[in-house]
């Protein structure tokens, strides 16, 4: 009901594949955001968008790239997934001031 | 670059008892400051916010925060916490012009009945 839905919303993978997760806004925001959520370290901000093609880095950005053709869509790309990026990447989008969160993307690398 | 601390990893409160959970941040100018809770497997909603203005805040479910721009925090606070309220806490800093948010290590809260 928010407007925003991540896929897949649970994906096994294996060490050194590629992986792609999408993040989709039917709202508008000019704003969206990839963080990953592990124990003991809350949400660390990977990624984020400004604009279409803009993007910058986040706190934890070494391993992944991201895409921002059109407004409604901002995708994660881990090039060659790794133990490490075992998570749960949760995707957000925003104008100014408070975020929206998506439901979450649990991702295990095997 | 900004950032923000909570120092309390786990809280635990009785139903009913008062409840009051710390954040602390790092920003050079004044940051936008904000709360999110997240019940388990949910994603994460946003309890308040700061921009400018009133120091005291007030949020949904019954929730406060009061900006102290002289200790560089923004606590959470609740008069008196139902056992709905368990969940893990959120602190977040936001920085104008970017737009850009970190969070912190988040508060996980427990309710004794």
């Known amino acids: 009901d928010a407007g925003i839905t991540q896929s897949p919303r649970h994906k096994v993978t294996e060490t050194g594949t590629p992986v792609t997760l999408r993040c989709h806004q039917t709202?508008?925001?000019?704003?969206m955001y990839w963080y990953r959520q592990d124990p003991g370290h809350g949400l660390r901000l990977i990624h984020y968008?400004?604009?279409?093609?803009?993007?910058d880095k986040g706190e934890v950005s070494d391993g992944y790239s991201v895409s921002r053709s059109k407004t409604e869509d901002f995708l994660l790309t881990l090039e060659s997934a790794t133990s490490s990026q075992t998570s749960v990447y949760f995707c957000a989008m925003g104008n100014t001031g408070e975020l929206f969160f998506g439901e979450g993307s649990r991702l295990t690398v095997l | 670059a900004q950032s923000v601390t909570q120092p309390d990893i786990h809280i635990t409160v009785s139903e009913g008892a008062s409840l009051e959970l710390r954040c602390n941040y790092s920003?050079?100018?004044?940051?936008?400051l904000f709360w999110y809770v997240q019940s388990p497997g949910q994603g994460l909603q946003l309890l308040l916010k700061?921009?400018?203005?009133?120091?005291l805040v007030q949020g949904i479910k019954g929730f406060e925060a009061e900006f102290k721009r002289s200790q560089s925090s923004f606590n959470l606070r609740k008069p008196s916490v139902h056992w709905s309220d368990a969940a893990e806490y959120f602190c977040?800093?936001?920085?104008?012009?970017?737009?850009?948010?970190?969070f912190g290590t988040g508060t996980r809260l427990k309710v004794l009945a």
């Open positions: 977040a800093v936001g920085e104008s012009g970017t737009y850009k948010y970190i």
């Open positions: 920003y050079g100018a004044t940051p936008y």
């Open positions: 968008s400004y604009g279409v093609k803009d993007t």
């Open positions: 700061y921009f400018s203005g009133d120091t």
């Open positions: 709202e508008n925001h000019r704003y």
